[in-house]
T-cell receptor, first 114, second 115 residues
Framework: DAGVIQSPRHEVTEMGQEVTLRCKPI?????LFWYRQTMMRGLELLIY????????DSGMPEDRFSAKMPNASFSTLKIQPSEPRDSAVYFC????????????FGPGTRLTVT | KNQVEQSPQSLIILEGKNCTLQ??????????LRWYKQDTGRGPVSLTI?????NTKSNGRYTATLDADTKQSSLHITASQLSDSASYIC??????????????FGKGTKLSVKP
């Protein structure tokens, strides 16, 4: 298996622009997670899905952030409009069902908003 | 408030030496505790997962220990190699009926192994 795939790996955009991050989870995994990592705050869970259904989006910082999972093999995280404080590394992770819920992380997307 | 604190924040050691990283948590009750290794520019990779009833678990030169009474865990690295240079993140899963989304992350210890 290729592991969790994320694209793009790097994104540089101007404030106010729309940004879309993409994720392909590991085939057969029921759970998909979006995280954000910064030096100040470490890893933070934004939202997670189970069987394509959003379960908890309480970590999504503002209405500018939205996430979708139209099918079991694809998810997007969208920021509209983007702001400089959104600059961070965004990770997607997937996990099969069953304890202890091992999570497999993708390589991340480094977002820079100028 | 559930928290995970790691120490030290950063550590520099010479190649071949051993080191121990610490993790203190206030999560209670908890289901399991994990240690992840994150190389620069990459996603975290799981090293060990221990349930609340386990005391120790090894993965090659990495050995994690858990003391559920004192709410402390440590990650011991033996005979360090240059490739061990990375951030090591402690993660605790509360026992909330099996929810996957309640992982609590420490901020990590940045380890640098010098030749």
């Amino acid at each position: 298996d290729a592991g969790v795939i994320q694209s793009p790996r790097h994104e540089v955009t101007e404030m106010g622009q729309e940004v879309t991050l993409r994720c392909k989870p590991i085939s057969g995994h029921d759970y998909l997670f979006w995280y954000r990592q910064t030096m100040m705050r470490g890893l933070e869970l934004l939202i997670y899905f189970n069987n394509n259904v959003p379960i908890d989006d309480s970590g999504m910082p503002e209405d500018r952030f939205s996430a979708k999972m139209p099918n079991a093999s694809f998810s997007t995280l969208k920021i509209q409009p983007s702001e400089p404080r959104d600059s961070a590394v965004y990770f997607c992770a997937s996990s099969p069902s069953g304890v202890p819920y091992e999570q497999y992380f993708g390589p991340g997307t480094r977002l820079t908003v100028t | 408030k559930n928290q995970v604190e790691q120490s030290p924040q950063s550590l520099i050691i010479l190649e071949g030496k051993n080191c121990t990283l610490q993790c203190n948590y206030t999560v209670s009750p908890f289901s399991n505790l994990r240690w992840y290794k994150q190389d620069t520019g990459r996603g975290p990779v799981s090293l060990t997962i221990m349930t609340f009833s386990e005391n120790t678990k090894s993965n090659g030169r990495y050995t994690a220990t858990l003391d559920a009474d004192t709410k402390q865990s440590s990650l011991h690295i033996t005979a360090s190699q240059l490739s061990d240079s990375a951030s090591y993140i402690c993660v605790v899963s509360p026992r909330y009926g099996g929810s996957q989304g309640n992982l609590i992350f420490g901020k990590g210890t940045k380890l640098s192994v010098k030749p």
